[in-house]
């Protein structure tokens, strides 16, 4: 039963209880229990992209999205110390609603994959060989039919300042009708139904990218090219790619 607070003879409520109040840890907000375990795989998925080697110390960066409520990984706070009690989410405005670490500066990025896709998982790396594509040319070469998995030939975003709505409005450009395109001297970004979906989208482009500096670095040869026709078939093939349930 609750305490009663007490008048004192100056007619002043007794504090002592306030006080202890006071010093009590502040309550934690209730999460959800399927934010909780999206959060969970959000983290797996951010160690991953480490341990595959795809980002360098807190380079890169991971959103995933239930209902109205986004969860991102948190600026500047490296994978392998987060927690559950470090769950960080906003809603599509870009307003935090859960957590109190602040959300990751790429955000304006994340949010526009969201607002105009169907997407409940974005990834965002500084793969090395995708960086370095991005800085030769406007398109990866079709080197390799796995491009029809992210919708066709991925193009390259003009660069822009991270964290700006310039960058993310590039980036749409580059998006519209791809699951992933490169980010000129900066990355990737690549978006999915699912964490895992989003995340090997990352990891085929940056090895079709890795393939294409492989080949085209070999002295007096040209890598041969898909066409598009060619391209397009395998995107009717990879429809009915996998298993049936």
Do not use: F
């Amino acid at each position: 039963m609750a305490e009663p607070r007490r008048n004192t003879a100056d007619g002043r409520q007794d504090t002592q209880r306030d006080a202890r109040t006071a010093s009590r840890p502040e309550a934690r907000p209730v999460v959800p229990q399927d934010a909780a375990r999206l959060w969970a795989d959000l983290v797996e998925t951010a160690r991953r992209s480490v341990t595959d080697g795809l980002v360098v110390g807190t380079s890169g960066n991971v959103s995933a999205r239930t209902g109205d409520l986004v969860l991102v990984t948190p600026s500047g706070v490296p994978y392998d110390r987060l927690t559950p009690a470090d769950i960080t989410g906003v809603d599509l405005t870009g307003r935090q609603v859960l957590g109190t670490l602040v959300p990751t500066s790429e955000l304006p990025m994340h949010l526009a994959v969201y607002r105009t896709t169907d997407a409940r998982a974005v990834v965002h790396t500084h793969a090395v060989h995708a960086t370095a594509v991005s800085v030769l040319v406007p398109e990866l070469p079709l080197v390799h039919y796995m491009a029809a998995a992210l919708g066709g030939p991925v193009r390259v975003a003009p660069y822009a300042a991270y964290g700006t709505d310039e960058l993310a409005e590039h980036m749409l450009r580059a998006l519209a009708g791809r699951s992933g395109c490169l980010l000129q001297n900066h990355g990737t970004i690549t978006y999915g139904a699912t964490l895992g979906q989003a995340y090997d989208r990352t990891a085929q482009l940056e090895w079709m990218c890795r393939l294409w500096l492989t080949a085209s670095s070999v002295p007096g040869l040209t890598p041969s090219l898909l066409t598009e026709a060619q391209l397009a078939e395998v995107g009717e093939r990879l429809k009915g790619y996998g298993q049936r349930r």
